[in-house]
C-alpha cells in the first residue's frame, strides 16, 4: 500500500508540473505587439523584449512615423533638421539546425538614411510627405507658428499671440493639411488648409488627433459603382481622403465626452450606458479602412479612476480594469483586442495595457519614446 501510495503521488507531481510547464509555455508565447521608436539620438524596433536599433549613433535622429516598407524621420543638427526616409528590414525566418531547433535569423547591416536636400529650423512638431513638409513652432507657447513647404518653396504661414495651442497637424496624402487644438478661451480649436473651422458655441474642450481618413475600399462596390481598372502605363488614381479631427469637449461644465470633426461637420458619438459618471478624454488616433480609430482615458468624475478608452471608428469599447501614464501608441486591431503602450514617470518606464491585465514592456529605458505599434503604424507624425 505504501509503495502504491507513493507511486501516486508522484503520479499526481508529474501531472502537475506538466500542466505548469504547458501553462508557462502558453504565457512565454503570449505575443507581444512590435514596436518602434526613438531614443538617445537612435531609432529602433523593438520586438519581444530586444531592441534592435535601426540607426547608427551620432546622428541625433527623431522618428516621425512608419510605414510598411520605409519609416521617416528627421535629423536634428544644432538648430537645424533634415527630413529622411529609411528602408525597414526585410521579415527573415529563423532557419532549423541540425537539432530541428530554430536559429536566430542573421542580422541585417543597418540602411543608410536618404536625406532630403532642404533643411528648417527646428520644429516642436512635424509632418512629412513626399516633397512637403508642415512645421509648428511654439505649439505649446501660446504663440505658435506653422509653415507648409513643397519642394524647398514656402506655400503657407501663419502665426498667433491669442493663447491658442497645437495639439495636432497632418498633411494631407495629396494636398491640404490640418492644424488642431485648443483656443486661448479654451474652446476646440482647428483649421483645414488655412481656412479656420468654427467650433461649437459654449463649448470647452481641445482637439487631440489630426489625421487624413481613405474612403472605404468597398464603397465603390457597396454602391454598385465599377471601377474600370487602369490604362496600360496609366497610373492606378489615389483613393480619396478626407480631413479629421478628434479630441473631447462639452457645452459649459459638462464632462467631456468625444468629439469629432468630419465629412459630416462636427459630431459626438452616443455615450450609451455608464454606471458612473465620467469623462471621456482621446489622445491618441490612427486612420483605418474609411474610419478615425482612438485611443485614451475613460476617467471616473468623482475618483478619477482611469480606464483605457478606445474607439474602433463605430463604437467605444471600455475594459473593465484601470491604469494611468502617459499614452503613446494604440492599437486596435490585434487578436486579443485592442491595447495601449504607455509611458510611466518611474520605472517600469513602459506597461502594455488592455484593461484586463499590465504588462511591463522590458527593455525599454527613461530615454525611450514609443512612437507606433507595427499593425497601426502612422503614415503621418504623432
Known sequence: MVKAAW???????????????????????????????????????????????????????????????????WSVDRDQIRFFTLTLPKKKESAADASGKKAAAPKEPLSAPVFDRDKYPV?????????????????????????VWQAGRKLAARAYDDGRLVYALALGPQAGWIIAGRSGDGSPWLEVSGDP????????????????????????????????????????????????????????????????????????????????????????????????TLAGWQSETKTATLRPWFWDGAAAIVPAGT??????????????????????STVPWFTLEDGKESQVLEGLGQDDRVVAIEADAPKTSP
Open 197 to 292: 473651422v468654427e467650433a461649437p458655441e459654449g463649448w470647452r474642450g481641445r482637439l487631440s488627433v489630426a489625421a487624413w481618413v481613405e474612403e472605404k475600399k468597398d464603397d465603390a462596390k457597396d454602391a454598385g459603382v465599377s471601377v474600370p481598372a487602369p490604362a496600360p502605363g496609366q497610373k492606378k488614381k489615389p483613393v480619396p481622403s478626407h480631413p479629421w479631427a478628434a479630441g473631447w469637449g462639452a457645452p459649459g461644465t459638462s464632462s467631456p465626452r468625444a468629439l469629432f470633426w468630419g465629412p459630416d461637420g462636427w459630431t459626438q458619438p452616443d455615450p450609451g450606458e455608464q454606471t458612473a459618471p465620467s469623462g471621456v478624454y482621446p489622445l491618441l488616433g490612427s486612420p483605418g479602412d474609411g474610419v478615425l
Open 123 to 147: 520644429p516642436d512638431r512635424a509632418d512629412r510627405v513626399g516633397d512637403r513638409a508642415l512645421l509648428v513652432y511654439g505649439a505649446l507657447s501660446g504663440q505658435p507658428r506653422w509653415e
Open 323 to 344: 491604469a494611468d501614464g502617459s499614452p503613446q501608441a494604440f492599437s486596435t486591431k490585434g487578436k486579443g483586442g485592442p491595447v495601449l503602450v504607455v509611458r510611466h
Open 7 to 73: 507511486l501516486l503521488a508522484l503520479a499526481l507531481t508529474g501531472a502537475v508540473l506538466d500542466a505548469q510547464d504547458t501553462s508557462d509555455s502558453a504565457t512565454a508565447e503570449k505575443k507581444l505587439p512590435v514596436l518602434f521608436g526613438d531614443g538617445a539620438g537612435r531609432i529602433w524596433k523593438w520586438e519581444s523584449g530586444e531592441k534592435t536599433f535601426l540607426t547608427s549613433e551620432g546622428h541625433n535622429f527623431v522618428l516621425g512615423g512608419v510605414g510598411e516598407k520605409t519609416l521617416w524621420g
